[in-house]
C-alpha cells in the first residue's frame, strides 16, 4: 500500500510489498504504462484532487505478481488498467458514488466494503460497469466471491411539476342596466299599444 498526496507516478503503481519480499519482477510493458499514464490522468489524479489523499492497495500486476497473491487470471491490473483504492474517512460506498457520478470509467466496483476497484479503457472502449463485490460460503464453509451489480450514480432530478395558477370562472358579461330598463319599457309600451287596440 502507499499513500498519495501529491501527484501520481508510474512507480506509485508498481509498488507491491508482495513482490519485494518474494523478489518479483513488476515491470510493465510498453502498451501497460501507456495504459497506465491513461489511469492516472483519467482516474487517480482527479480523485485525489477531490479527497487530497489517495491510498493505493494494488496497481500494476505483472503475471506472475498476480498469480502470487490469487488475482482474477484476466484481470485488468495485469494490463495497467485498474487500480485499487481507499480514501480515509469515506466509506467505499461514497468514493464509488463520486466516481460514478464525474469521471468516466470501464468497471467499478465496491469491493467487499473495504476499497474501491477501478479500471480505465478508452473512451469508445469503456463499458461503464458496476458491481459491488460479496462474499458468501458454501456448504463446507468454503468462502467465494460474488459480483452483485449496483448503480452508484445519482438519479436525475425530477422535474418540477408547473404549478397552474387556479383557473377563475368566466364571468357572463354584466349588461347594462341602463339598456335593459329601455328594453323593458319599450316592450310594455308595445303591449299596452297592441292591448287597447284589440
Not at 467499478?108 to 477501478?118: G, P
Request: net charge positive; hydrophobic share 30%; glycine share 4%.
Amino acid at each position: 500500500m502507499i499513500t498519495l498526496t501529491g501527484k501520481c507516478t508510474i512507480p506509485n503503481l508498481l509498488h507491491s510489498n508482495t513482490a519485494q519480499s518474494r523478489k518479483i519482477d513488476n515491470v510493465p510493458k510498453g502498451a501497460h504504462v501507456q495504459n497506465m499514464n491513461r489511469l492516472i490522468d483519467n482516474i487517480i489524479e482527479p480523485v485525489r484532487k477531490q479527497f487530497k489523499t489517495v491510498r493505493i492497495n494494488s496497481g500494476y500486476r505483472s503475471k506472475r505478481l498476480n498469480s502470487a497473491i490469487g488475482g482474477a487470471t484476466h484481470s485488468q491490473h495485469c494490463k495497467g488498467q485498474a487500480v485499487d483504492i481507499h480514501i480515509d474517512g469515506k466509506t467505499p460506498k461514497e468514493v464509488a458514488q463520486w466516481i460514478a457520478n464525474n469521471l468516466p470509467f470501464d468497471v467499478l466496483i465496491n469491493e467487499y466494503d473495504r476499497w474501491v476497484h477501478v479500471s480505465y479503457k478508452s473512451p469508445k472502449k469503456n463499458r461503464g460497469r458496476m458491481r459491488k463485490a460479496v462474499h458468501w460460503f458454501d456448504e463446507f464453509g468454503k468462502r467465494h466471491t460474488k459480483y452483485v451489480k449496483r448503480n452508484y450514480r445519482r438519479p436525475a432530478p425530477k422535474p418540477k411539476p408547473i404549478e397552474h395558477s387556479e383557473a377563475k370562472p368566466i364571468q357572463p358579461e354584466a349588461k347594462d342596466e341602463a339598456a335593459i330598463s329601455k328594453s323593458l319599457v319599450r316592450a310594455i309600451k308595445y303591449l299596452l299599444q297592441n292591448f287597447w287596440r284589440s
